[in-house]
């Protein structure tokens, strides 16, 4: 269907307001608003999200950038390009550098809807910084109402060199219309619907409300294990992101016991991996998200991958469920900084979905990390 015939039959849409679940992504498809190279793969689209796949080449610039007003992200690239690699089999993106990579999908978005993108889980946890763009774009991981065309996404990866490959997906889409974020008076009246946080007991915990639901960091170990999280080890092998449960650990993350003083000292801009002291729940006609940065909590990056699916720490049916332990992907910023058990870390914000969504998160539909406690990205042995 071309975008003329697309745009001609918006009318037919009717949104309410709220986070697009997966059958709202399939309309948008049907309907050619939203569009591919290649045919949508299974499992491509999420609870409340879509993956998005890397294309065939990957081209090395000089800095990140955002396009700006009037210029596409091709103009922009061509300015600062250095060289390109052909992912269309493997390529390596080496640490340090920066990539500019076309996706697979491009979009037509319906009046009053706007896109939000984020990493996944897997690439938080390989400390690969993604970004997306777009043309006139003015913001990162900003789609605009009414944009019209392909998306593109800034590739960097921080701590370990790795071999892409066309249609590996790196980041996710998500689609919204207006303002769906719950306020902490709704949020206390969904915690008396059903606990949104539990200990390790499968007890509920009373959460601290204060714009959105706050967690705290655990460093006495889940389930007997006294690992408490990892500090990437540098100088580590490529990763390759096709290889999945195929890496020792020992290569590449340094573990981090018990303290018996109960806190670790962060070092400047290492890059550690640990795990909520609560288990998280979400609601299947919700979904939620880790704020990044709060310089109240420290001068620390607390989450790359901060995107939650609705049933996140559900049982199957999205409802119940005692929670899902929250992974921290940590960076403490120009100075040291000291994390005792139980500190206050990061920021939950809860979003209405527009509707019931189809499918939830969980194992049933491969969820990689459904009922996780403390797990390093899947390419490694656990």
């Known amino acids: 269907m071309s975008t003329l015939h697309a745009v001609q039959n918006e009318s037919a849409l009717s949104f309410d307001d709220g986070v697009f679940p997966s059958q709202v992504f399939k309309k948008l498809q049907s309907m050619g608003l939203l569009r591919s190279d290649a045919p949508l793969e299974e499992g491509q689209i999420q609870p409340a999200s879509m993956d998005l796949r890397l294309s065939d080449k990957a081209y090395r610039v000089r800095a990140g ?23 269309s089999e493997s390529g390596v993106l080496e640490k340090g550098a920066v990539y500019i990579i076309p996706l697979m999908e491009s979009l037509s978005l319906p009046k009053g809807v706007h896109g939000l993108a984020s990493p996944k889980s897997t ?25 019209e065309g392909r998306l593109y996404v800034e590739v960097s990866p921080i701590t370990f060199s790795i071999i892409a490959h066309q249609g590996d997906k790196l980041n996710q889409l998500r689609l919204r219309k207006g303002v769906s974020v719950l306020s902490d008076e709704s949020l206390v009246a969904l915690d008396q619907q059903g606990a949104l946080v539990y200990n390790n007991d499968q007890q509920p915990e009373k959460p601290m409300f204060c714009e959105g639901v706050w967690l705290s960091v ?15 080890r540098k100088n580590a092998p490529l990763v390759d992101l096709r290889n999945i449960a195929h890496y020792e650990i020992e290569e590449f993350w340094e573990p981090i016991f018990k303290p018996t ?18 288990c998280l729940r979400v609601p299947a006609e919700y979904s939620a998200e880790m704020m990044a940065y709060e ?48 500190q206050r870390i990061c920021r939950m914000v809860y979003e209405k979905l527009s509707e019931t969504p189809e499918k939830i998160y969980s194992q049933n539909i491969g969820s990689n990390y459904a009922g996780q406690t403390l797990k390093l990205a899947k390419q490694f042995k656990m």
């Open 123 to 147: 690439t938080g946890r390989l400390d690969i910084l993604t970004r997306l763009i777009c043309d006139n774009g003015t913001s990162f991981d900003q789609v605009p109402e009414g944009y």
């Open 218 to 232: 655990d460093l006495e170990g889940k389930n007997g294990s006294n690992i408490v999280g990892y500090r990437a």
């Open 295 to 342: 310089t109240q909590a420290g001068e620390l990056r607390v989450h790359y991958a901060g995107f939650f699916d609705p049933g996140f720490g559900c049982d199957v049916g999205g409802e119940g469920g005692f929670g899902t332990t929250g992974v921290l992907e940590i960076r403490s910023h120009d100075v040291p900084f000291v994390l005792e058990h139980g």
């Open 65 to 87: 950038f955002l396009p700006g007003d009037g210029h596409t992200v091709m103009e922009r690239m061509e300015e600062l390009k250095m060289h390109e690699v052909d992912i």
């Open 261 to 278: 003083s109960g806190r670790i000292i962060l070092n400047p801009e290492d890059f550690y991996i640990l795990a909520s002291r609560e």
